[in-house]
């Protein structure tokens, strides 16, 4: 699978095959996050299968992916709702359309990402790939913000930059009844 290279805009200057991209000196690249929602408002967070070449068995959101050269982000991550999470989602939002971020993981592998943070929610059931979840669990938006502020180090990089930018992991009237 190839992902698509970007420049300092964000604007597409070509791909690379995704297993040469991810290295000591990874280009910046197009990628996205979402964070998925059940009818309650919990936040689906899932713990990284062991065999993932960068932060495994770390907790993050719901999924991550990268879109194919020419696919829509929408389209990849309904692609990777299914092929991660065995999951079909609803009430698809951008709610981070520039987030950006880069991060070194304890391997020396760099993230390098252009990476809109969407949120969706759960339309049915999940089935989880196990070559990318090792496990899950459906959590309050209040309790993850406590859990990260806590123990930062027990979730990905990308996800302790992006819950406190964004409204469901706020102080909301509607968390306080």
């Excluded at 959101?61 to 990777?80: K, Q, V």
Aim: with cysteine; glycine share 8%; proline share 8%.
């Amino acid at each position: 699978m190839d992902v698509v290279l970007v420049d300092e805009q964000g604007q597409p200057v070509g791909v690379a095959p995704k297993n040469m991209v991810h290295t000591a000196k990874t280009p910046l690249h197009l990628a996205f996050s979402c964070h998925v929602l059940n009818g309650n408002g919990e936040v689906l967070m899932t713990r990284r299968a062991l065999s993932k070449k960068t932060w495994p068995g770390v907790w993050t959101n719901s999924f991550c992916g990268h879109p194919t050269p020419g696919e829509s982000i929408t389209d990849a991550l309904t692609r990777h709702a299914r092929g991660e999470l065995g999951a079909t989602l609803e009430k698809v939002s951008i709610e981070l359309p520039d987030f950006r971020y880069r991060a070194v993981d304890a391997s020396g592998v760099v993230e390098n990402e252009v990476c809109p943070v969407f949120t969706a929610h759960l339309n049915g059931g999940l089935t989880p790939h196990p070559a990318e979840v090792l496990e899950y669990r459906w959590v309050s938006p209040s309790d993850l913000r406590t859990s990260l502020t806590a123990t930062p180090w027990a979730f990905s990089p990308w996800l302790t930059l992006q819950a406190p930018l964004m409204e469901l992991y706020s102080n909301s009237a509607a968390e306080k009844g």
